[in-house]
């Protein structure tokens, strides 16, 4: 009976980790002043991404070394979260908040690893019962509001801006995520960001690869092919930023996909 009860508890955790809220729009957060010129100051973030980030010769992926950040260096991250807060992003232009978002969820979540550290897995934390993950842990307050993880990705970028690509931008601090990549996003240059960050994951292995002839995908293109309009949607993505043998790979491909993915932490050890 015992190994029962076991067996579904594991595949209720199985099911937490992969099901994916639709976007529900957090209207308090659907304004902007497309007449302001102010840029958001990344620098600290930047300063950790220098330090921190770094490209695996094995992997071939930005991963982060989680084990070497001093405390000084977390109070500096503490200091860049610190400052997001102390804006209010609906005084921004939307490019300027797009990035202001996603910087703010990728700090929030390696600030979260690092108050954990050493984890396995981001699934490990959460409060709760039955909790994979800290995705709807309520992490800092801003221009009055509380806001989680789930908040930001799934109330806020996914209904206000609608663009399939924000997926390659955030991280899960997990190796089957879009690598943290290296460089800050800015608003003045978030498009070519995006378009370079979805160019990157999708000639990945872990984004998009042939094994014995099939199609594998990120799991990612599966939770969100609402968001990349149906599966001819995610198909027509990924030849679009293709490139070499992939691309060639898939000019007249009419198989079967797969998917998977993979949550260890993305921790770079040397």
């Known amino acids: 009976m ?18 994916v809220p639709s976007p529900d729009r957090w209207s308090y ?6 007449s302001s010129e102010q840029v958001v100051d990344h620098s600290q973030w930047q300063n950790f991404l220098d330090r921190y980030v770094i490209l695996s010769e094995s992997t071939g992926m930005y991963m982060v070394e989680y084990g070497r950040v001093t405390k000084t260096e977390k109070g500096s991250l503490d200091a860049y979260l610190n400052s997001l807060a102390g804006l209010d ?3 921004l232009n939307r490019t300027e908040q797009l990035a202001y978002w996603i910087n703010l969820y990728n700090a929030l979540t390696v600030d979260l690893i690092l108050d954990y550290y050493p ?20 992490l800092i307050m ?17 209904p206000i801006w609608n663009n399939p690509r924000i997926h390659y931008a955030l991280n899960c601090a997990s190796i089957g995520c879009p690598d943290l990549l290296p460089d800050a996003f800015r608003g003045k240059r978030i498009d070519q960001q995006l378009a370079a960050a979805a160019r990157r994951f999708i000639n990945q292995k872990k984004g998009a690869t042939l094994v014995n002839g099939r199609l594998v995908l990120s799991s990612i293109f599966d939770w969100y092919e609402d968001d990349f309009i149906d599966k ?12 070499g043998d992939l691309k060639h790979q898939l ?4 198989g079967r996909i797969s998917y998977r993915y993979n949550w260890k932490l993305n921790e770079y050890r040397p």
């Open 142 to 158: 801003v221009a009055g509001q509380t806001i989680s993880l789930h908040d930001i990705e799934h109330r806020i970028l996914r």
């Open 89 to 91: 992003p609906r005084k």
């Open 29 to 34: 957060w659907d304004k902007a002043d497309q």
């Open 251 to 254: 000019e007249n491909y009419r």
């Open 232 to 243: 001819d949607g995610v198909l027509n993505e990924i030849k679009s930023f293709a490139s």
């Open 2 to 19: 015992a190994r029962y009860v076991v067996s579904a508890l594991l595949l209720l955790c199985s099911i937490a980790v992969q099901a």
């Open 119 to 138: 984890v396995k897995s981001i699934t490990k934390l959460g409060k709760g019962w039955f909790r994979m993950g800290p995705w709807r842990d309520e």
